[in-house]
T-cell receptor, first 113, second 112 residues
């Protein structure tokens, strides 16, 4: 069965600074990987996805993520954060059989002025 | 495209009561998923449908839980004899075939 680990529970970053959120997955075959963002009281919004091909994927809101098979990682990055990026971020992995998602526990991002 | 909608958004019930939640997926999406999210955790898979067929149920889904998707359109999730441990956010998502899932705003259940 697939699983996801997000090592950082909470990250605080200054507005305008860069952000990197870590994600490590466990899955025997080629995974389908996703990053979602959840604002308070809201559902999850898809930021980006990796299915195959180029290992650096671009998403919405200026986010990007890089798939590294050798490290079983799919870290999320943003060069310059905005106050509106404060939210909870979830990494997820799906199998190619049924596409149900397995989520990490999430990383809460706080943006300070 | 109006997105995935869920009703109600909030539900407070007493222990032992039955509750039912509804999810309306994005039209033409043939897959529909239910997840449960507790405080400080990521969502956990409960069950999913392809059209009207329920293809998989998680072991998290006890006998008190039942889900339906009549005619392959909206779906309902019913919890019978609610327990305090059922308090959580219940999320619905839909997808077209096997592509990315789009989530609704969720139904927050509080069992007192």
């Amino acid at each position: 069965a697939q699983s996801v680990t997000q090592p950082d529970i909470h990250i605080t970053v200054s507005e305008g600074a860069s952000l990197e959120l870590r994600c490590n997955y466990s899955y025997g075959a080629t995974p389908y990987l996703f990053w979602y963002v959840q604002s308070p009281g809201q559902g999850l919004q898809l930021l980006l996805k990796y299915f195959s091909g180029d290992t650096l994927v671009q998403g919405i809101k200026g986010f990007e993520a890089e798939f590294k098979r050798s490290q079983s990682s799919f870290n999320l990055r943003k060069p310059s954060v905005h106050w509106s990026d404060a939210a909870e971020y979830f990494c997820a992995v799906a199998s190619s059989n049924d596409y149900k998602l397995s989520f990490g526990a999430g990383t809460t991002v706080t943006v300070r002025a | 495209d109006t997105g995935v909608s869920q009703n109600p958004r909030h539900k407070i019930t007493k222990r032992g009561q039955n509750v039912t939640f509804r999810c309306d997926p994005i039209s033409e999406h043939n897959r529909l998923y239910w997840y449960r999210q507790t405080l400080g955790q990521g969502p956990e898979f409960l069950t999913y449908f392809q059209n009207e067929a329920q293809l998989e149920k998680s072991r998290l889904l006890s006998d008190r839980f039942s889900a339906e998707r009549p005619k392959g359109s909206f779906s309902t999730l019913e919890i019978q004899r609610t327990e305090q441990g059922d308090s959580a956010m219940y999320l619905c998502a839909s997808s077209l075939e096997a592509y990315e899932q789009y989530f609704g705003p969720g139904t927050r259940l509080t069992v007192t």
